[in-house]
């Protein structure tokens, strides 16, 4: 007798990057069953005599999880290319002032749906400040259409500074207590959806002490999760010696904004003391490689944050500082930029990697940490790869090499989140990718 589980698939026959006790493999020929959203069973004939939705063959693996982007800048890609950061942020600050909430719709859009198609599952969103709720709501619109898992940093400061060295562009900030009454009214609208909301600082230099004592408050009453810029380049430290007379590590440790669920993001310039810090507050750390690289900031100490005891994820940073949305670009640059620089062509091999870009900052998310590998119990954010979609791949000799050093998203071919197939062949189940393209390139 066949048996029927509803809201539940089968992936069948599939080589599945597994948590096993001696750590993760790729174990050939697994069924992988989905009940609810959660995986519960792995293994050879696992979903025999279960007549379910489902797919054959293939590679699976965890759904990537994008620890870092700007969706909203998926409109300004090669924005102010060959300027340095603080020129750079003017350019793309002037859209943020300026951006209506139909730009900040199709931009969330169009950039979510590139981060589903090169495997990402969970994204964090970290939106700059903006007094609009009504561009809040079409960033927050556009990603539940998509299905996409959302981490949404809603953008939080409280100094205001026309230069934005010491501050926010003060167009843009807000009165603390409304925005986070904003916050507790999109938590109260989100409730039954995969979108959980942060709180997302531009950097230390935009929250004065009374700010940061306000944001850990609410953060620690909420359990949100903290994401902030962090030296991305020197002029976090600068400033911060300027204003504060301490280091911009000790600015956020005095104030208490760094714990266990803050993420900070690039942190290029952090040296062995900030180091130390971050790893005994339990902070996590957002990689950015390809925006450190386009923008010029240098190069991110991974290994060195990771002897530290750090957890590390990976992210792709807004579409106007990387110019593209691709996670899989984004791991093969994450290791090769480690390598040049170290001059060692054994850091950050393909286990590590994906460790990074799918458990690697969970702690700061809320989620548990653990091994990179698929296991019973997990939530079903999977992501089915096919090597025979693209020849460069072919011959798979090693699937983590292949993925590592040559996969492009045209080897994702099923994306699931909550074991719903949101990715499907490559292009969307929920999307009508003809309609967007027409409307993106109306925008011109």
Known sequence: MVRTVPDSVVIRDVTAYTATPDGPRWLASRDVVVTDGVITAIGPGAGAGLDLPGTAGGHLIPGFVNTHTHLQQSVLRGAGEGLPLLEWLHCVGEFTVAATPEQTYLAALAGGLEVLRSGVTTVV????????????????????????????????????????????????????????????????????????????VPNPRCLTPDGMAAVR??????????????????????????????????????????????????????????????????????????????????????????????????????????????????????????????????????????????????TALGAPAGPAGIAVGDRADLTLIRFDRDFACLPVHDPGATLLTTASPRVVDTVWVDGEAVIRDGRSTRIDERDLVRRLNGMR
């Open 217 to 362: 408050e609410f953060a620690d009453a909420t359990g949100k999760t903290i994401s902030i810029h962090l030296l991305e380049t020197d002029t976090d430290e600068d400033m911060c010696r300027l204003h504060a007379a301490r280091s911009a590590v000790d600015y956020l440790d005095a104030g208490g904004l760094l714990g266990p669920r803050t993420l900070a993001v690039h942190c290029v310039r952090v040296n062995a003391h900030d180091r130390e810090i971050l790893a005994a507050r339990g902070v996590c750390v957002s990689y950015n490689p390809l925006s450190n690289m386009r923008l010029g900031s240098g190069v991110a100490p991974i290994p060195e944050m990771l002897t530290a005891g750090i957890g590390v994820g990976l992210g792709v940073d807004g579409a106007a500082s990387n110019d593209t949305q691709d996670m899989l670009l984004a791991l093969r640059m994450g290791a090769y930029l480690q390598r040049a620089h170290h001059r060692r062509a054994d850091l950050l091999p393909f286990a590590d990697m994906l460790h990074l870009a799918t458990r690697g900052a969970a």
């Open 125 to 200: 969103e970290h939106m700059w400040p903006n007094p609009s709720e009504a561009v809040h709501d079409a960033a927050l619109r556009a990603l539940g259409e998509l299905g996409i898992r959302v981490v949404f940093g809603r953008g939080i400061a409280d100094r205001a500074d026309p230069t934005r060295k010491w501050g926010m562009d003060p167009r843009l900030v807000q009165p603390l207590p409304d925005v986070l009454a904003h916050l507790a009214e999109l938590d109260a609208r989100l409730a039954d959806s995969r979108i959980t909301t942060a709180l997302a």
